[in-house]
């Protein structure tokens, strides 16, 4: 699907897919993400690129759109909505943010990613007509926006029924929002999160993601904090938008089963994604029944859906293969991409909960009892299958836009309310920078950076341990310390660790859970997206 004249030369040392990586990270700026640009400055732009794809309104008809905002909760919103719509029967298409291994993952047909070869013909197409249109008023488009342009153009070309778009940051002049005639709107929980974009209060905050509302297209939301649930129902008035808040999901209408996304937030999104759904098939034509108003049951094909959603880096419980063997568990990573104060809260409450159920056969899709209270979760420290006594470590990193005085103490005391105290926090970068993107298989292992940010987070995590421990019943598990000398720049103070590399950190970890058969590490990792995607390429190799 290259254009005419292409003149680009294959390199023999590099894969197709490589190379397409190369050129999607030349469209990455090195700004800071609170650049003019995120707050609207040639938001107008999107529409011309619009043109160079040849993506009219008629296009995004056809797709019959779900748009998503929302603080928390959106891409879990979205998966919920497309399994649904999915096992409806429908062809879907799904675009969520970020990544967390391969680029690919952000566009999904049919529940799947992107096969390779689809992912490059659609990618140069887009690539080199933006490239040949380019001028100095309408230049390349910078990264997230030609992801999301990808998308439409893949959207629109793979036919599919529905288009379900995550907003990738605030709503107003997100790229996704060029949207103009959406089926259905929905805003998922709302928190204090990228204010330096979109504002320091709720108000401002909810007044950016309300961004996304269009002229009397109907618009869900959840329970909100008044503050921002005046704005919406404001700025939902404006446009003659029928908003209705969606009720959580009742657990009693599953028929025994489970979420497919584990945490007790998750009927929050469930709830929303109901609405979603049941709106969407009223709106284009195939339902007559207002499932909403049922409180006795659900459609078999909603529960399918509701109960088969899966979406990584979002409380997934994933063994070490490389030390763990057979049905033994010595190092068990718990990863959750938690980075405002409410979901760290959410996190650690699944954290807190999951430990302590008996990890059996299936690890890869753990589901826990709610109805079991946490005294009851946290009473037993011994692992009956394999004897083995457990104990806690924190793996953490997150932006240096949040503040870890925000973040650090909900996480640690709602663990320490149910019964987790964390024996070591470590401290990491990310391998994952911000001016490439590589593929599964190329992870930038080895670069050079500033250790300042991980150092902050460890001094923050000491301060709080030392008011925590004076009620916190430890582990007697003695970890192997981390002597100064084995690494120049690793930073090991009594209850944290600095690392000055990821890989270092769970080589650590594989020789810690080596030399202790006796104890199952449960490693906690949170706080950025982009940390768990990096603790999956190392553990899935």
Known sequence: MAEEGDDRVQTPTVSPYEEAMEALSSLITKRSRAFSGNKGDNYDSLFEYLKVLELDEEAFSKMKVIHVAGTKGKGSTCTFTESILR???????????????????RFRLDGVDICEEKFLAYFWWCFDRFKKHSTDDLPMPTYFRFLALLAFQIFAAEQVDVAILEVGLGGRFDATNVVQKPVVCGISSLGYDHMEILGNTL????GEKAGIFKLEVPAYTVPQPDEAMRVLEEKASRLNVPLKVAPPLDVNLLNGLQLGLVGEHQYLNAGLAIALCTTWLQETGHLGINYLEQTSSLPEHFIRGLTTASLQGRAQIVPDRQINHENSEELVFYLDGAHSPESMEA??????LAIKEDHRKDTGNQHFDASRSSDEMVRTVRDDNFGKTSTQILLFNCMSVRDPQLLLPRLMKTCANNGVHFKKALFVPNISVYYKVTSSASAADDYQIDLSWQLRLQKVWESLIVGEKADAKTSDILLEDVKDDVEKNISSLENSVVFPSLPLAIKWLRDSAKQNQTVRFQ?????????????LKIIKR
């Open 523 to 535: 490693v906690l990792v949170t706080g950025s997206l982009h940390l768990v995607g990096d603790v």
């Open 203 to 206: 108000g401002e905050i909810a």
């Open 347 to 352: 996190c650690a409450r699944w954290f807190s």
């Open 87 to 105: 096992n409806c029967g429908f062809h879907t298409g799904l675009f969520t943010s970020p990544h967390l291994i391969d680029v690919r993952e």
